[in-house]
């Protein structure tokens, strides 16, 4: 039998004087688009991208966590500046989030393949609980006010930093890092909305195996004030740069298999299935996300390749597969 969560938030509401804003949505989306992860990574394939993703959690609760999300880059200035932008929309019961956000991001040549990317955004928060969903309680209650809903907004800004040496990324990351900032409740007397500030650590590296076989390494830590730390590991084999399959483990309890390719004219589609292995996740059903991407000049089917060609050989495969010179004895 399904489970219902409204009265959940109801008890929240009641006996909460505050509300914390960073239960936000997770996503697998990042295994083959880096920007959302961390948006300095804009224009980490050297292509313009737009990416449209449609996630549903905990498939046994009624009400679950429901997210569209649509983000996406483009190039500014000679391959180095790309100016990006995420908005979604969370929904999970009668608690709604809605955030946009603007980024920009600055990509500086340091070597022979390295590359290091920087980059800064501002976002923007919108908390909501809709009282008019919420069943089984009483309207003369002085808390509603005849009011439908209690909402509040505010903003941040974050920044973002990466190390890519052809196949290897370390990079560290702070999605929001003003602290402790409330949001402008609209209605006196309601509860605070607050956000904390935020962690994000991720390193991958992406393994030259067998002739077109790849396989990268992903490994992320999040880390938001007075909150348990988040850690995810995956591995994803890629076959000719255009087709990718892996697992994903994250230490909350859940395994999650993803799958994907490239379909042709630019357009990309990626899908994971999750399932609970303890915690919260145990029992609540299991989680589907599904994405469509399409990246701008996309000519060949390559990928996992930048668009120049660069980048995209490691340097253990240049050494073990440097040709040989022939020698050819024409006595």
Do not use: C
């Amino acid at each position: 039998m399904k489970i219902r969560i409204t009265y959940l938030f109801l008890l929240l509401l009641v006996f909460s004087g505050t509300l914390s804003a960073q239960q936000f949505p997770l996503t697998t989306q990042y295994l083959y688009n880096p920007y959302a992860l961390n948006p300095a990574m804009a224009g980490y394939f050297n292509y313009s991208e737009i990416h449209l993703d449609y996630r549903r959690e905990w498939t046994q609760i009624d009400d679950g966590p429901k997210t569209v999300r649509l983000n996406g880059f483009g190039n500014i200035y000679k391959q180095k500046m790309w100016l990006g932008g995420e908005m979604y929309m969370d929904k999970t019961g009668v608690f709604s989030l809605f955030k946009a956000s603007v980024s920009y991001s600055y990509i500086l040549q340091t070597g022979d393949n390295q590359r290091l990317f920087f980059g800064v955004w501002a976002n923007y928060f919108q908390n909501s609980i809709s009282l008019s969903d919420m069943t089984e309680i009483n309207p003369a209650d002085p808390l509603l006010q005849g009011r439908s809903s209690i909402s509040g907004s505010t903003f941040n800004a974050g920044f973002g930093i990466d190390y890519n040496w052809q196949g290897l990324n370390v990079g560290f990351a702070m999605p929001n890092a003003m602290a402790d900032n409330s949001y402008d409740v609209t209605n006196p007397g309601s509860p605070d909305f607050k956000m904390q500030r935020e962690f994000l650590f991720h390193a991958s590296y992406l393994f030259y195996l067998v002739d077109n076989w790849q396989l990268q390494g992903f490994a992320v830590y999040r880390k938001t004030k007075n909150m348990p730390g988040n850690f995810e590991m995956s591995a994803m084999a890629v076959y000719m740069k255009q087709a990718w399959a892996g697992l994903l483990y994250r230490n909350t309890g859940a395994l999650a298999v993803n799958i994907g390719g490239y379909v042709g004219y630019g357009f990309a589609l990626n899908y994971s299935f999750e399932f609970g292995t303890g915690g919260i996740n145990k029992g609540s059903g299991t989680t589907h996300e599904i994405t469509l991407s399409y990246r701008f000049g996309q000519q060949n089917r390559k990928y996992f390749e930048n668009k120049n060609g660069e980048y995209s050989r490691s340097y253990r495969r240049q050494s073990i597969y440097k040709p040989t010179p022939q020698i050819i004895d024409y006595r």
